[in-house]
């Protein structure tokens, strides 16, 4: 007889507990509540999201080069084409472009570089990259030797959202690690400087700030100086940046128990190589979501130099608007677009950040 | 005693700014003219997919860039807000400001600055909608009016229908585009805003046909180049450069028919064109300034329906800024 054990197959569940069926029992419509809520949505996709398709893609004008050409009921895209030179690169000269996009590319390449060299060689590698990149790419922006050069007028574009909010990051970042270490100084006079800047600049809206750099600024300075627009609307911004920097970073100080800088003053630190070595590199990693966020809010601000007359992308498509051969109101077009533009690049800042956090995780995360 | 001291340094500061030496000297030292237009106007400047400017306000600049360099394209435009305008021009960062700006009696005197003409006079008007059957702004008693706010145009509407003894009620907007789209939606009867802007507002929406301005004008906008007080030099320059676009078209100078004009045209067309008569030596400038700029940007008429006449997609008709001759009251002191 055979005496092998042959398990009988195992049955399979129910057909009430699996298949689509059971699915949406299960997650759509488990409670009165619930199937409301899952009619009411789904009216509203119903309502509303076949006519978004059909206007953005099946009945949008594609094909053309003015708005005459728009004649299907649906989103003139040839609207956004036609400005599409203007909205990336602004009235940059088209023959240069491509050192506006080396400009981009090199920026690209920084920050895959802090990722993908090996570990030996990233800190170093980083830390000359990102100091050499600012002044490559400013010199391939506004030219001087050997290239033509570009006044900044004529720069704008989302390219120009880019340039300014990396500098903005750039700049800010050192700032505001100072400002956030002045703070909690013992010297009082460092102390007071620090804070009355940071409590300043971070009690007052962007919007003035950039005013005051655009409207007041040029008024107290002595005849024949000029400072470039771009460059006021730059410091504006670095200065609102950093005092928020400071701040997000002294969250991080005050997290790095007392004892980690008693332990690095008991082995003979001085007050430099505490930071250096023990407090910021923690600090800075428990920040770096805040950073980010920072970052991020920072990059939709640039939108804000627009009423400082910067073209930058939104004011671009404000001044397409106005242009008389395209009053035909293509706001929509243009707003979509750019708010599309910038969740494709927000949305990639935040995949970045987790990124960095999931790299530099040394197991103090409570999650 | 110390914070006086400061303090007039500062004011000094802030006033000797506002005094720049020559500016013809530093635009012909520069190369450049440069020019504070709008971010974006209709047909008074704006920028196409190119980054080329265009529009009548452009066109100011470039001929006082014909005029001084002999170049109409030489001219670095700034864009300014309507907020950043007066100091930019204050504190030297442009060289004229051509930027529909209406000439009031305010700016004139307390800015330190000097208006160099009328380049276009605007005014507040009414856009109905033609199924109303209304052919004039008097018969708009009760109606509602959609304004957009903050507007010089709601006090001029606030004027209008009191004097009249009419009633209105008011719709206000934050933006041009959504007090077009109040009006498109019926929330209004009838829409006020300069006349300029009528027009292109008109072409915005989805049925321009529906839509007719009224003839009335309620306020007065003349707008106007502005340059810095103190220099009359550089004032009388912009002047003039404007006054030739204008009395080239009185005579009858075009792009098209300057050269010939200046070898065989009539005494008045050749003083203006600088082939008679020293003008040109008396504003320090070479004699065929404005052969110049009639060859390089045309005469007023020309460069009108280009940017916002009958030539552009705008279609504003003359009216106020015909020639006074023809109806209007664009008038050119005499060239001579």
């Not at chain 1, 009619?39 to 003015?66: E, K, M």
């Not at chain 1, 980690?260 to 007050?271: R, T």
């Not at chain 2, 009006?183 to 046909?209: M, T």
């Given at each position: 007889m055979d005496n092998t054990f042959t398990p009988i197959e195992a049955r399979k569940p129910p057909s009430s507990a699996i298949g689509p069926i059971a699915w949406m029992k299960e997650s759509l419509f488990s409670s009165p509540v619930n199937t409301l809520l899952t009619?009411?949505?789904?009216?509203?996709?119903?309502?509303?999201?076949?006519?978004?398709?059909?206007?953005?893609?099946?009945?949008?004008?594609?094909?053309?080069?003015?708005q005459d050409e728009c004649t299907k009921s649906g989103a003139c895209w040839i609207f956004i084409k036609q400005w599409f030179s203007q909205l990336l690169y602004g009235s940059y000269p088209e023959n240069l472009h491509w050192r506006v996009n080396l400009a981009l590319i090199g920026l690209v390449a920084v920050v895959v570089l802090q990722f993908f060299l090996p570990q030996h060689l990233r800190r170093r590698v980083g830390w000359v990259s990102l100091l050499v990149y600012p002044l490559v790419s400013l010199w391939l922006m506004y030219g001087g030797f050997g290239l033509e050069t570009v006044s900044t007028d004529k720069w704008g574009g989302f390219s120009l959202n880019i340039l300014l909010a990396f500098a903005g990051i750039l700049m800010s970042l050192p700032i505001g690690i100072i400002w956030a270490?002045?703070?909690?100084?013992?010297?009082?006079?460092?102390?007071?400087?620090?804070?009355?800047?940071?409590?300043?600049?971070?009690?007052?809206?962007?919007?003035?700030?950039?005013?005051?750099?655009?409207?007041?600024?040029?008024?107290?300075?002595?005849?024949?100086?000029?400072?470039?627009?771009?460059?006021?609307?730059?410091?504006?911004?670095?200065?609102?940046?950093?005092?928020?920097?400071?701040?997000?970073?002294?969250?991080?100080?005050?997290?790095?128990?007392?004892?980690?800088?008693?332990?690095?003053?008991?082995?003979?630190?001085?007050?430099?190589?505490?930071?250096?070595?023990?407090?910021?590199?923690?600090?800075?990693?428990?920040?770096?979501?805040?950073?980010?966020?920072?970052?991020?809010?920072?990059?939709?601000?640039?939108?804000?130099?627009?009423?400082?007359?910067?073209?930058?992308?939104?004011?671009?498509?404000?001044?397409?608007?106005?242009?008389?051969?395209?009053?035909?109101?293509?706001?929509?077009?243009?707003?979509?677009?750019?708010?599309?533009?910038?969740?494709?690049?927000?949305?990639?800042?935040?995949?970045?950040?987790?990124?960095?956090?999931?790299?530099?995780?040394t197991g103090h995360s409570r999650s | 005693m110390k914070k006086s001291v400061l303090f007039g340094l500062v004011t000094a500061?802030?006033?000797?700014?506002?005094?720049?030496?020559?500016?013809?000297?530093?635009?012909?030292?520069?190369?450049?003219?440069?020019?504070?237009?709008?971010?974006?106007?209709?047909?008074?400047?704006?920028?196409?997919?190119?980054?080329?400017?265009?529009?009548?306000?452009?066109?100011?600049?470039?001929s006082v860039a014909a005029a001084v360099l002999g170049d109409a394209s030489k001219v670095s435009y700034k864009p300014l807000t309507a907020k950043e305008r007066f100091t930019a021009l204050q504190s030297g960062e442009i060289d004229i400001l051509s930027r529909n700006t209406t000439w009031t009696a305010t700016r004139d005197t307390s800015l330190g600055l000097n208006f160099a003409g009328v380049v276009y006079y605007d005014g507040a008007g009414f856009m109905v909608n033609k199924k109303l059957g209304v052919d004039s702004a008097l018969k708009l008693d009760g109606a509602a009016a959609c304004i957009q706010a903050g507007t010089s145009t709601e006090l001029a509407i606030a004027d209008y229908f009191r004097e009249n003894n009419m009633?209105?009620?008011?719709?206000?907007?934050?933006?041009?585009?959504?007090?077009?789209?109040?009006?498109?939606?019926?929330?209004?009867?009838?829409?006020?805003?300069?006349?300029?802007?009528?027009?292109?507002?008109?072409?915005?929406?989805?049925?321009?046909?529906?839509?007719?301005?009224?003839?009335?004008?309620?306020?007065?906008?003349?707008?106007?180049?502005?340059?810095?007080?103190?220099?009359?030099?550089?004032?009388?320059?912009?002047?003039?450069?404007?006054?030739?676009?204008?009395?080239?078209?009185?005579?009858?100078?075009?792009?098209?028919?300057?050269?010939?004009?200046?070898?065989?045209?009539?005494?008045?067309?050749?003083?203006?064109l600088g082939a008679e008569g020293d003008l040109g030596e008396k504003l320090g400038l070479s004699a065929d300034w404005a052969h110049q700029i009639i060859k390089q940007v045309g005469n007023y008429s020309e460069s009108f329906e280009r940017n916002v006449g009958m030539d552009s997609a705008l279609k504003i008709s003359r009216g106020l800024n015909a020639q006074w001759n023809k109806g209007g009251i664009l008038y050119s002191p005499a060239m001579r």
């Open positions: 009619v009411f949505f789904g009216y509203l996709i119903i309502r509303f999201v076949p006519p978004v398709i059909d206007w953005a893609f099946i009945s949008a004008n594609w094909v053309g080069t003015t270490l002045g703070r909690q100084s013992k010297m009082p006079f460092v102390r007071v400087v620090c804070i009355s800047s940071i409590e300043l600049f971070r009690g007052v809206p962007l919007i003035t700030i950039l005013f005051m750099g655009s409207v007041m600024l040029p008024l107290f300075f002595p005849a024949g100086v000029q400072l470039d627009k771009l460059m006021r609307a730059f410091i504006a911004i670095t200065l609102f940046q950093s005092a928020y920097m400071a701040e997000v970073i002294r969250g991080g100080l005050q997290a790095i128990p007392k004892g980690q800088v008693e332990a690095a003053n008991s082995l003979g630190l001085g007050y430099w190589k505490t930071m250096r070595l023990i407090v910021l590199p923690q600090a800075l990693k428990i920040s770096i979501p805040n950073i980010v966020n920072t970052f991020i809010a920072l990059f939709k601000d640039t939108t804000l130099v627009l009423i400082i007359g910067l073209f930058e992308v939104l004011s671009t498509i404000q001044a397409a608007l106005q242009n008389s051969n395209w009053l035909g109101g293509h706001h929509i077009e243009g707003y979509v677009f750019v708010a599309f533009v910038f969740w494709v690049f927000c949305y990639t800042m935040s995949r970045i950040s987790v990124h960095i956090e999931n790299k530099l995780n | 500061a802030i006033f000797s700014s506002n005094v720049q030496a020559d500016t013809l000297d530093d635009v012909k030292k520069a190369g450049m003219l440069k020019c504070g237009v709008s971010t974006g106007l209709a047909g008074f400047s704006q920028k196409d997919e190119k980054g080329n400017w265009s529009g009548l306000d452009v066109d100011v600049c470039r009633k209105y009620k008011v719709v206000t907007f934050e933006t041009s585009d959504q007090t077009r789209s109040g009006f498109e939606s019926g929330r209004c009867d009838f829409l006020v805003s300069d006349q300029s802007q009528l027009y292109s507002l008109r072409i915005g929406l989805k049925d321009p046909d529906g839509a007719v301005v009224l003839p009335e004008v309620i306020s007065k906008e003349p707008l106007g180049p502005v340059v810095r007080q103190g220099d009359d030099k550089w004032f009388n320059i912009v002047k003039w450069s404007l006054n030739a676009m204008i009395e080239g078209e009185f005579q009858g100078v075009t792009s098209a028919n300057a050269d010939e004009m200046a070898k065989s045209g009539k005494p008045g067309q050749k003083r203006l």
